[in-house]
């Protein structure tokens, strides 16, 4: 059984522990990590990561919304540079979050749009972040989807109407360890949405699942999540891990 973690950033301080992090991964399957940029300061240890298991790690490239301040111009100036320097394989972590700060909005969103633009020049996939912005970031890839967008909504938490709408925009949902959650209701709506539009994503350190809730999670925890979701969609954990093993690969053609 062949899994792929579609969002961690295993590059932070926390994980230094790296040979036995690779090892829990090969254990459980997990045969991918992909791993999202958050701003200037770490792109060198994202790429070093990468460089180290080209056949493990796929590198992405973008500012995360959290990581826009006044100067962000200049932070996406550098990022761009860096994005058209090296082969990375989508465009991410990129969005607009609504629940840390929102005295930045409109900046958040500048940046937001910039960077899709910068997927729909280099044909790359999209990591988007959305954490009380999924109508304000669903919007925004309205506004430029002309059928060459794809991506992924990662760590979906919406309700089974927004999930249709970003279905409907060829894009896929990210469903991590919150869906392990008892009362976060992400369960009951993934139970409702087609296997084929789902992706697994640990977005480790962060949101660890069940049992591990509240400790660093680990791209080997995917397995956890898989078997949550088989419960959920009433199928085999092994249709589960192909299937959206399947979709990773459709989408970053990797």
Not at 180 to 205: I, M
């Amino acid at each position: 059984m062949k899994l792929i973690d579609t969002h961690a950033h295993l590059y932070m301080e926390q994980f230094d522990d790296m040979p036995e992090i690779i090892q829990r991964c090969k254990d459980e399957g997990v045969e991918r990590v992909y791993l999202p940029n958050v701003d200037t300061k770490s792109i060198d240890v994202l790429d070093q990561l990468a460089a180290s298991d080209p056949s493990m790690f796929y590198p992405m490239m973008g500012l995360h919304p959290c990581s826009v301040t006044a100067d962000y111009l200049d932070d996406l100036a550098t990022i761009k540079d860096s994005l058209k320097a090296n082969d990375y394989v989508g465009v991410g972590e990129i969005g607009i979050d609504m629940y840390w700060d929102k005295t930045l909005v409109k900046e958040q969103v500048n940046a937001y749009h910039i960077q899709i633009g910068w997927a729909k020049e280099m044909k790359l996939p999209i990591i988007i972040h959305s954490r009380d912005s999924l109508d304000m970031t669903i919007a925004g890839i309205k506004e430029y989807q002309d059928g060459t967008l794809t991506g992924i909504f990662h760590c979906f938490n919406g309700t089974v109407e927004q999930a249709q709408e970003i279905i409907d925009l060829g894009f896929y949902l990210g469903i991590g360890g919150v869906v392990t959650f008892k009362n976060a209701g992400v369960d009951k709506v993934v139970a409702q949405l087609p296997l084929e539009s789902l992706v697994l994503e640990t977005d480790a350190p962060y949101l660890s699942p069940v049992p591990h809730r509240g400790k660093r999670n680990e791209s080997a925890y995917i397995s956890i999540i898989a078997e949550k979701i088989a419960e959920l969609k009433q199928v085999s954990m092994a249709e589960v891990a192909k299937v959206t093993y399947d979709n990773s690969i459709k989408i970053f053609h990797s």
